[in-house]
């Protein structure tokens, strides 16, 4: 097992010829059994594969059952349409591509687009409850109700309206609250058993076993403070998650996302699936990008204020949806935003953070707030105001609806700043390159036989640009596309 | 030799049991002849190594004789104390790690500071000429003059000038006109032919030949079209430069980048040296990594005008230097920047690009303009007027002297996008990871044994945010380490 100090670092495979004993053996060995394991297991068991899936925690879930159980489908799913909307494959393929780059996988948006809609049903064939009703956009999710159509992305925000024709693709799980993972992660841990998969828990693999011919053919998982030798015939599928709690890689990789301070992930989420696929010639790509959250926009009132950067700027549109949001807060603002509301918007539970001033007039909250340079923000909000009377933005096109002049005193301005709100969140997106069918290659972009990786053990659909819902679903699906094709190789 | 479909890709490297004949054998091989590969070669030969050089062109000089001569050296060098400019290493190191991060290294910032006045007396002692004057600030570099010593960083831009005592640091050879680099390079390859060094130019290097345990021990170059392997005793320095002509890899690793249409480098800059290097197991990093300029401020009237975006906002100081500058404008302004002058600024011969309008009022301007939203253009100017006329700019905090009110019509606006002006100007910085010493490692931080790189085959100082000349005073400089470093080596 790996030095804490070595985190970082590739976990190297095995040598299959070290291994005197296989403890068990198998069709496909799946490491981590969160949303992507156990699409894997099921898919992979639908398959005719015999399935081992091994989980490091004490039961399974991983982070998808942290998640507030929503998935960023469309295209027309069966959701989409009871609730009056329409959507097809090539609009939510504008979509993805335009909020998702760039560097985004364009084959893998195109698979998903495709599939979206029949992603959806599979779902429901697994017992996953969504409720037929469409959340409208001014009401937003605060607090979490249990419809199950909502916007979790920024279609309707500019410029996205006019890039690709707007619909509602976040479909939530049917639970109040904003807990519905946990209820789409029993389910589907419930399908897991039921389907006859062998789950161990407790079990912490590393590193990978492989042949000489360059094929994983294996795992070493320690059980019960046993290392054990699992042989897989077919393939080994890493979904062991990202690693958004491994300090050391995101040192090497993404010292902007480290950063943020409130880390949205499971204890597990330490890279080492990265690590054991790098350990085995993978390429980890697109390290870099992460989801970046500054959440503000939950109380819908607050899309109706005004954000501005340390210039007293406003610097985009305040309806972009709140994960977009907070990369272009932390890329392009260094993480100093904050957000101006007047009385009429000003309401409890307020944001949890500091006020940085209160004021009868823009004058006096700007000289209350003491950090804008002079007349800049009476200026940004005096020319906000004017505009939003007559329903315009011309700076960054807001939409209408959200668009009413900050008129009533006293004006208030909240901290968001990195130093003061911690809720600027993240988990990562980068991992290892795979093939849309879940392979997993080397730099060379040569498959390595028996080695497959989904959800946020690869780099999937998202690379800069999130939008929530992306990654469960990515995760599901990706999960899916490698169980079936590890169950269908002949080893 | 490799495809070109395959330019993306490690150049694996050849096991040394398939080699059935050496060609020659010496002890130090230094693959491309330019500013890294010069010093290398030389300071192998002082520390008595027996030094074979490949060159893939008809001569050496590489991208650094394209360059304007400058090196970005400080921390007290003979020119800055001649200049009558204190400096000291701290500081130095302070500025580098504040205009190079997030990302830099701080290790090789550190000894690049603390040699830094002895890399410039090494260059003297090369012959290479430094006139002994100051160019001040407010001159710049159009034309060139041949003055040795002048800022060519951000050093006395906000916020920099705050977190570190700013010096001059721009060394450039003397020699009229803007290259003084092919000046540098005639000097460094007479001396390397004079130091017995074996140079063989048309020489296309790919892949590097390894030995059973993992070392590197040699190279393939096709030399007069017949491949040959050439045997290293002690090591092969990898110098041949970035990848900014390889589209493949941009694509891969620095989309963005990509963007930039002017691109600067020579022919050889296909980033052969890091595929080669990676092809023997070496991490490539900081691949996204970039000096991105917008060259705009050469003529230095034009700092004392305006900067905006397509919100009609100042964005950054006019007063950085435009390969931050280059920077922002690409990442956080998607390319979109508009730079506005008044007819006191406005002088021939005028930057190559296109007018965008022209207008006797502010509000003519913006309307001539047509891109920015109704009244943004005309308040921002409206606002650095006022400010200027006192001598401040309480957004951005330009420096005093940079400060002068747009007050003479007709004014102008000029278009610097990205669309419009081709000049935006791009070479990578990314490359292997070395030790300071430049000692290729592979991802788990072991040293490749025989395998150095420096230049641009190797990530260096800056990682994001660059200053002029320090590319070649790191490729100069790591050259020179990596040089010692390979002779000594008992293999």
Redesign the interface.
């Given at each position: 097992m790996a030095d804490t100090k070595?985190y970082g670092?590739?976990a190297?495979a095995r040598d299959a010829r070290e291994v005197s004993h296989w403890d068990s053996e198998t069709d496909v060995v799946i490491v981590g059994l969160g949303g992507a394991g156990c699409c894997a297991a099921l898919e992979a068991r639908a398959a005719g594969a015999e399935v081992i899936a091994l989980e490091r925690a004490w039961k399974g879930g991983g982070t998808s059952a942290q998640a507030s159980g929503q998935l960023y489908l469309g295209g027309g799913t069966a959701l989409q349409k009871a609730c009056g909307f329409e959507d097809d494959p090539e609009e939510m393929f504008k979509y993805l591509v335009a909020s998702c780059?760039?560097?985004a996988d364009e084959e893998k948006i195109r698979v998903f687009c495709e599939r979206s809609a029949e992603h959806y049903d599979w779902m429901i064939g697994q017992g996953v409850p969504f409720k037929e009703t469409f959340l409208p956009v001014e009401i937003g999710t605060d607090p979490y109700g249990d419809d199950g159509l909502s916007y979790t992305g920024s279609e309707l925000a500019w410029p996205f309206r006019e890039i690709a024709k707007p619909a509602p693709r976040g479909h939530t799980a049917q639970q109040e609250g904003e807990n519905a993972g946990q209820l789409m992660m029993d389910l589907l841990l419930a399908n897991v058993e039921r389907a006859g998969v062998t789950v161990l828990t407790d079990a912490l693999c590393e590193p990978l076993i492989m042949d000489a011919d360059g094929a994983v053919v294996g795992v070493v998982a320690t059980v019960g403070g046993e290392e054990k030798c699992i042989r897989a015939r077919r393939g080994v599928i890493l979904t062991a998650g990202g690693y958004i709690h491994n300090k050391a890689m995101l040192d090497?990789y993404a010292?902007?996302t480290r950063r943020a301070r409130f880390r949205l992930g499971c204890d597990g989420d330490d890279g080492r699936g990265i690590r054991m696929g790098?350990g085995a010639g993978g390429d980890a790509?697109r390290m870099?990008a992460a989801c970046i959250v500054v959440p503000f926009s939950r109380n819908r009132q607050f899309v109706k204020g005004v954000l501005v950067n340390r210039?007293?700027?406003?610097f985009c549109s305040e309806d972009l949806y709140q994960s977009l949001l907070g990369e272009i807060g932390m890329?392009?603002e260094d993480g100093r935003v904050w957000l101006v509301l007047d009385d009429a918007l000003y309401e409890q539970p307020q944001l949890p953070t500091e006020i940085a001033a209160v004021g009868e007039t823009f004058e006096e909250l700007e000289r209350e707030a003491g950090v804008f340079?002079?007349?800049?923000l009476t200026?940004t909000l005096e020319?906000y105001n004017a505009n939003a009377a007559r329903g315009e933005d011309?700076?960054?096109h807001k939409e209408s609806r959200w668009l009413q002049p900050l008129s009533k005193p006293p004006f208030v301005v909240l901290d968001l700043t990195l130093e003061k709100y911690p809720f600027w969140s993240a988990f990562t997106l980068g991992g290892l390159h795979t093939l849309p069918t879940g392979e997993a290659i080397d730099?060379?972009?040569d498959v390595i036989p028996g080695l497959y990786a989904a959800g946020r053990n690869a780099s999937g659909l998202p690379a800069h640009g999130y939008n929530s819902g992306l990654s469960l679903a990515d995760a599901t699906f990706s999960g899916r596309l490698a169980g079936t094709a590890a169950a269908k190789r002949r080893g």
């Open positions: 070595d670092k590739p190297h780059g760039p560097g090497r010292p902007v790098m790509i870099e210039a007293g700027q406003r890329w392009r340079p002079p007349g800049s200026h020319t011309p700076l960054f730099p060379d972009g």
